[in-house]
Every structure is written in C-alpha cells, then in structure tokens.
C-alpha cells in the first residue's frame, strides 16, 4: 500500500435549486443548476492511527469527511488545499468529501466503483448538512443540471455543453445549513420553473439568467451581491448570486469590465479525479 493518495475535485457554484428530501440520505438531494471550476480542492489522504483533518494548513472539522472515512472503516489524515473561500457557495465541504472518498479507496484498496464513492460522498454531506449537490455536479464537472436528486443509482443528470471564463468576487459566507434544514418550501416554484427555463434553452447564458430570477424571487440576494450582479447587467454582463454564499459569479469578463477585481477561474471540463 502506498503512503499517500491524491484527488482534484473542481468546485462548483449552485445557480438555482429545489430541495427534495427522503429518509434515505442518497435519495435526498437537490435539483438545479451550476458551473463547475478549474478552480478546485486537491485532496491528500495518508494513513493514520487517529483522523485529522486540514485545509489549508489549518485543523478544521468536516463532518462529511469523517462521515466518508467511516463508511469505509478507514483512519486518516486528510489534508485539502484551495484556493476557494470557505462557506462562500463554491462547494469546498462536497469537493473535501469526495476527494476523500476518491483517495481513500484508492490508497486503503477498498475497491469501490465510482458511483459507489460519489454515493458515499453524497450521503455523507447530506448528512453533515453542509450540501445536497455539490458533490453528484464535481463527479461530473462542467456546467451540470441535476434534473432529479440523489446520488447516482436515484438522480438524473444533464450539462450544457461549454467552456470558458468565469469571474467572482466573495463578500463572505453565508450558513449553508440554515437555509436547507429549514423551510424550503418557498424554493420550490421559482426553482422548478428555473429548470424548466434552463431545459428548454440549455446554454450557459440562460443558466446565469435563471439563477438570477431564482435568487431575486427567492429573497436570498444580499445587499453586496445585489448590486454586483446589477453593475454587471448594466454593463451588459450575466452574473448571479452562488448559493449558498455572499458571492457572485459572472461569465467571461463581466465583473472586470464592471469595475470589480475578481477572481478568475474557468469552467472545468471534466468531473473529479485522481492524481
């Protein structure tokens, strides 16, 4: 057995979502929309007598992490570097949890099939709380639509088909946690109708004009984010809000041209992997 393992999960930006829950953490999950990055999280997995846990050099606790490294009756140390905000919407905790998930069986031999790892994956944030599709739209990298939930022997996908740029700028984080644990009923209408406008027009540019909608209808737009996305369109730009975070996103250079220094990443074209 080798001492260390490696993965790259890109990260991944939600657009617009509806929340569909079942008893069954693998059958719970999100439909909706996102861009998946270049910008990702390389995970390293090593033996160790006792799990710890770091990102970016810092401990940190991840319960989705811990949840994965118990499915498969492993101890490690799991080390995650990123150059992605914490708790901003870019899907850290999914890509840590599947990262994990990737390298472990790799480096432990537990001989799972990638599905089997992407469902472990998913039931595991489910359960830490911290997300619901991040980790189904990292397996498969580029700009995905979940058009049903759950891990990948319940949920459906599709993508656009697209490269190219993307710009952010994060204000902060937002608590995941509260907004999917709680009343979500709201979400339900302007989400379907959300994916519904993305399924009859499935391009890049309509993704960013349903999330738009989404986020304004919904009520999560902050006071940040709000005007961002409005300096934006007044340039001719399409930026929207990454849920669950004080962040927007924008296609090619529409925060720069607004007068923003941004982040700049792109749309990565493939799901996780090894590395």
């Given at each position: 057995m080798d001492d260390v393992a490696r993965a790259f999960v890109p990260g991944h930006v939600t657009g617009f979502f509806t929340v569909e829950?079942?008893?069954?953490p693998t059958r719970t999950g999100s439909t909706g929309a996102g861009v998946t990055l270049t910008d990702g999280v390389t995970v390293e997995v090593r033996p160790a007598a006792e799990t710890t846990i770091r990102l970016n050099g810092e401990d940190v606790e991840m319960g989705a992490v811990e949840r994965v490294l118990d499915a498969l009756s492993v101890r490690a140390t799991v080390e995650g570097e990123?150059?992605?905000?914490?708790g901003a919407g870019f899907g850290v905790s999914g890509a840590m949890a599947l990262g994990t998930a990737l390298a472990a069986n790799e480096l432990f031999e537990t001989a799972l099939s990638e599905n089997e790892l992407v469902t472990v994956a998913h039931g595991a944030e489910v359960q830490a709380g911290t997300g619901l599709g991040d980790v189904v739209a990292q397996a498969r990298g580029g700009v995905p639509i979940r058009l049903e939930p759950g891990g990948p022997h319940h949920g459906?996908?599709?993508?656009?088909?697209?490269?190219?740029?993307?710009?952010?700028?994060?204000?902060?984080?937002?608590?995941?946690?509260?907004?999917?644990?709680?009343?979500?009923?709201h979400l339900d209408r302007p989400g379907e109708e959300a994916l519904s406008e993305v399924v009859r027009k499935?391009?890049?540019?309509?993704?960013?004009?349903?999330?738009?909608?989404?986020?304004?209808?919904?009520?999560?737009?902050?006071?940040?984010?709000?005007?961002?996305?409005?300096?934006?369109?007044?340039?001719?730009?399409?930026?929207?809000?990454?849920?669950?975070?004080?962040?927007?996103?924008?296609?090619?250079?529409?925060?720069?041209?607004?007068?923003?220094?941004?982040?700049?990443?792109?749309?990565?074209?493939?799901?996780?992997?090894?590395?």
């Open positions: 829950r079942d008893e069954d990123t150059p992605l905000p914490l459906k996908l599709d993508a656009v088909p697209a490269r190219g740029r993307i710009e952010y700028v994060s204000f902060g984080g937002l608590d995941t946690g509260e907004v999917i644990e709680g009343d979500v009923e499935p391009t890049v540019e309509q993704v960013l004009y349903a999330s738009r909608r989404f986020a304004r209808e919904v009520g999560l737009l902050t006071e940040d984010v709000r005007a961002a996305i409005r300096d934006v369109s007044d340039d001719g730009g399409e930026a929207s809000m990454a849920m669950l975070g004080d962040t927007v996103f924008a296609l090619g250079t529409g925060l720069s041209d607004a007068g923003y220094d941004p982040e700049v990443t792109g749309i990565h074209p493939g799901g996780a992997t090894l590395r």
